[in-house]
């Protein structure tokens, strides 16, 4: 009797195996999860772009060579992120100018104070502009995206001086896959484009 039941076993087993080799092949290589796969190689491409113009930047100051982290969410698109300060001519996010003292009336304190922060705003605007650059460039990659999901990136305002005088600690700024493929395809101009990024501040 063991050795029939056995016997079924094995025949189910012979018999069933073309179809769930072909259910996994299948399954694999469906759309979905083809399209998963697409989308993770995009956003890889994307993250790597983010990071070396990052390390690179003469106006963002990162922590490490690969800052940006970046995912699709359903139905919104795909979202980077990463942290970042200003590059600063005086180390750390107490400037030079403290130097001189706690007097917050110290003349030649508040002047080093003064400039720096200009230079900050400067490399703020300026690191901003990479941002949007790199959007710009391979923001295209996300064909396989519905025209109204987002590109959105997202960075967390660290150690600046100009960041805590202007009660800093988040950039968001989106913008919509079709507005960007209508730039990519001559529809919108470089500044009808820019003037279409959604860009928040807190």
Request: glycine letters at 6%; a negative charge.
């Amino acid at each position: 009797m063991k050795l029939f039941k056995l016997q079924q076993v094995k025949s189910l087993a012979l018999v069933l195996s073309p179809f769930v080799i072909a259910f996994l092949f299948l399954g694999a290589f469906s759309p979905a999860m083809a399209g998963s796969k697409k989308i993770d190689r995009q956003i890889r491409v994307f993250e790597k772009a983010m990071d070396v113009m990052l390390v690179d930047s003469p106006n963002w100051l990162v922590q490490n060579s690969e800052p940006t982290y970046g995912n699709y969410i359903e139905n919104h698109g795909v979202v980077f992120s990463f942290r970042a300060s200003l590059v600063s001519r005086w180390y750390g996010n107490k400037s030079f100018w403290r130097w001189f003292g706690d007097d917050e009336d110290d003349d030649e304190g508040s002047r080093y104070h003064g400039k720096e922060l200009k230079r900050q705003a400067r490399r703020y605007e300026r690191g901003k502009e990479e941002i949007v650059e790199t959007m710009m460039d391979l923001g295209d990659i996300f064909s396989n995206l519905d025209e109204n999901n987002v590109l959105e990136i997202k960075v967390k305002l660290r150690n600046a001086e100009y960041f805590e005088d202007n009660d800093m600690r988040t950039l968001k700024m989106t913008l919509r896959l079709g507005d960007l493929r209508a730039y990519t395809n001559d529809k919108l101009s470089e500044e009808q484009l820019i003037e279409k990024i959604k860009i928040e501040e807190d």
